[in-house]
């Protein structure tokens, strides 16, 4: 596409314009040139300058080489399409708040779009005959709670509730898809989790019928960060990924979380970063023992395994881990077959799908994959093909099984969280300490 536009016998009689999130790509080498761009646009368009920038185009003017555009500062300056969007997706809030080292969209002012400005986004999605409906969010649930004076990780239960309800409702509406959200709250608020099931379940396009006990087998899979389950590492990375609890608490907070979504057929897609900075064989094995304690209890997510990347403009931009596949260890393979192999189970339904899944990962680690991955990769393969039983296969020392966890109840994570937030829990919830209660009610609060 690039080739044919610098080849363009009328290439001086228009601009041409970049824009999106990797657009910074064409800055850091140079390639104005050799890709024939003009101008490249840094961040979101709802800017008089972006739109200055393609008036200046249309008369000719030469463009600065590069226009950084910054991100809306308050809700009311985000703009909202008035037309059919891609996949039928309608921004519900930027930012997140919980500031992990690694991320960049969190680095964006929290913000919340007004619910007027988003089902007036819907009804054009409706209108313009697309069925199918996504918010768009770094997290699913702080809306509605940015202007309550109420932390954002104690989840604005009515109104989230209410601006589901009418998304999902609107006529016209036969899908709805799950965007990004955290597992905490399903800890602190787990009737939210159950009335949105109520609300969102029966629209959603995906089914998974080995797990779901939906009657037609539909099943919600937000996208969420579990990253790793080491608690050393977790500390320096994202302290603040499972507040109101303590990072230190993360495995049982993923672990009880993961119940009360389960229990609800929200089966998540977890992703989970291999290699970062200072990562050492004693933190992967942390993050395997999170996922055999998963598997023993009988819980499921779609564990989404990547090696570390140092985006650019985030706190780790310069930070260096591992670079590729090649360089893993074995446990960081074990890490990332494991995490593959739990994925693919539930779709191995047929009586052959796991005898053909077996015989065809052999057959191309044999054709290919021992050679391009290297001999760290050997055994994790063994262990995702089924070749030899995992226990056998640890009992051998190949591969690390992971070691029981002592996960806190969900009780006594609720008892963690300071005093001074107690007001905001939720008595319908159960299992709640009888102090917390107490306090609670004591303080004039909610409660």
Not at 45 to 60: H, M, P
Not at 286 to 292: F, P
Not at 334 to 341: E, G, P
Request: aromatic share 8%; hydrophobic share 40%.
């Amino acid at each position: 596409m690039f080739a044919r536009i610098k080849a363009s016998p009328y290439r001086d009689r228009f601009k041409v314009i970049v824009g999106g999130s990797g657009g910074w790509q064409i800055a850091q080498t140079g390639a104005f040139d050799d890709l024939s761009v003009d101008c490249i646009v840094e961040g979101r368009s709802e800017s008089e300058q972006t739109v200055d920038l393609f008036r200046r185009a249309l008369v000719g003017e030469t463009l600065p080489r590069q226009v950084d555009v910054g991100h809306p500062k308050t809700r009311e300056s985000i703009l909202v399409p008035d037309k059919r969007t891609t996949f039928g997706v309608v921004e519900m809030t930027t930012g997140c708040g919980r500031r992990c080292q690694f991320c960049l969209p969190d680095l964006n002012p929290q913000l919340d779009v007004p619910k007027d400005a988003i089902m007036a986004g819907v009804r054009a999605n409706v209108r313009e005959g697309n069925r199918q409906i996504s918010l768009a969010t770094e997290d699913m649930f702080i809306w509605g709670q940015v202007r309550t004076g109420t932390p954002f990780y104690f989840p604005n239960r009515e109104a989230l509730l209410d601006l589901y309800s009418s998304v999902v409702n609107t006529p016209g509406v036969d899908q709805h898809v799950l965007s990004h959200a955290t597992i905490a709250p399903a800890v602190v608020d787990p009737e939210l989790i159950r009335r949105l099931t109520e609300i969102c379940l029966d629209k959603s396009p995906i089914r998974i019928p080995l797990l779901s006990t939906h009657p037609e087998k539909r099943a919600l899979v937000p996208l969420i960060g579990l990253e790793t389950a080491s608690i050393r590492i977790a500390r320096q990375i994202m302290p603040s990924k499972g507040v109101p609890f303590s990072i230190d608490d993360w495995p049982s907070i993923v672990v009880r979380g993961l119940e009360v979504l389960n229990a609800n057929n929200w089966f998540p897609a977890m992703t989970l970063i291999i290699g970062s900075p200072g990562e050492t064989d004693e933190d992967v094995r942390a993050t395997l023992d999170l996922i055999y304690e998963v598997e023993r209890r009988g819980l499921f997510a779609f564990f989404i395994p990547s090696v570390f990347t140092p985006l650019h403009d985030t706190r780790m931009e310069q930070k260096q881990g591992v670079r590729e596949t090649r360089e893993f260890t074995p446990l960081q393979w074990q890490l990332m077959m494991k995490c593959w192999k739990m994925n693919l189970r539930p779709g191995q339904a047929s009586w052959w799908g796991p005898a053909a899944w077996r015989l065809g990962s052999l057959g191309l680690w044999a054709w290919k994959l021992r050679t391009m991955n290297g001999p760290h990769f050997t055994w994790p393969l063994m262990m995702f093909a089924s070749a030899l039983p995992e226990p056998f296969m640890g009992k051998l020392g190949r591969i690390h099984i992971g070691r029981p966890l002592a996960i806190k109840t969900r009780k006594e994570l609720l008892a963690t969280i300071k005093p001074s937030q107690w007001k905001y829990l939720r008595p319908d919830n159960g299992d709640m300490p009888e102090a917390v209660v107490l306090a609670g009610a004591s303080q004039g609060s909610r409660l």
